[in-house]
């Protein structure tokens, strides 16, 4: 059976992740021990991490790593408070998690070529919220109040992360066809596959990073980094990667929603 990696990023070294038996990344501008990965060297984008977060590995994996790696290897991405389990259980305490956490490649996997986050939904926003966040869209479309189907992908994004920021990003796709895709994805799903979580193998794995990274350096040359202010927006090419996974992966692969969980060490 083919084996899996699964590199497990984080901002701050915590030491029950250290109990996981996950390949550890350490990003930003804290100091980590040698149990930890770091994107100190070779190519890498670790001053960009305010703003790509996880990313920051991701990109030093793709440039230095991936290269290295066996082509039936399965390669996995998480972050820390997310993991990805065996199957959907509850997940209550530290047992738990290390006896339900995800350790080898599953055998209904030989189907499919990648593995992605159980989706999220995004519909259904409070009308408070909607009216506070929200409000240039409904003075363009009044009926997103009541109408279900309208309350999407691009919505939620509007709403959260900039109005109309989406739309610009996605202009900035190289292809038409993925242009055009890509919009009405996002204006037609009321759900996305969260976390920039995915399990995959070294080609299409390449394919993405190149892809992404190639999208996100022309966002950046439209929204920059220095006027990315506040929690909704700071971490701008990580929520737009988010978006673009669901997309990418389900457009250009044969995938499989796999069951994942939130858990934070109590302090």
Not at 17 to 32: C, D, I, M
Request: net charge positive.
């Amino acid at each position: 059976m083919d084996s899996l990696n699964i590199f497990c990023v984080t901002d701050k070294p915590l030491r029950y992740l250290e109990e996981l038996n996950l390949k550890l990344a350490g990003v930003g501008k804290r100091q980590f021990t040698q149990k930890y990965i770091t994107c100190l060297n070779g190519k890498n984008i670790q001053k960009k991490e305010k703003y790509y977060s996880e990313l920051t590995f991701h990109y030093w994996f793709w440039q230095n790593e991936l290269k290295k790696m066996s082509k039936n290897q399965w390669i996995g991405f998480c972050q820390k408070r997310r993991f990805w389990l065996n199957s959907k259980k509850k997940v209550s305490t530290f047992s738990d998690l290390k006896k339900n956490i995800l350790k080898k490649p599953q055998k209904n996997w030989k189907k499919y070529e990648s593995i992605i986050c159980q989706n999220i939904k995004v519909g259904k926003p409070k009308k408070m919220k909607l009216f506070k966040r929200g409000w240039r869209n409904l003075i363009k479309d009044p009926s997103i109040l009541f109408d279900e189907k309208k309350q999407n992908i691009l919505l939620h994004f509007d709403m959260h992360h900039g109005h109309g920021v989406l739309l610009r990003a996605i202009n900035q796709l190289e292809k038409k066809e993925d242009r055009e895709s890509f919009k009405k994805f996002v204006q037609k799903k009321n759900s996305f596959n969260p976390h920039i979580m995915f399990i995959s193998k070294k080609k299409i794995i390449n394919k993405w990073f190149k892809d992404l990274f190639v999208w996100l350096f022309r966002c950046e040359k439209i929204f920059g980094l220095k006027n990315l202010k506040g929690y909704d927006q700071e971490r701008l090419y990580a929520y737009l990667a988010e978006r673009y996974l669901s997309f990418w992966f389900r457009k250009n692969t044969k995938y499989l929603e796999w069951p994942w969980v939130f858990y934070q060490e109590k302090k």
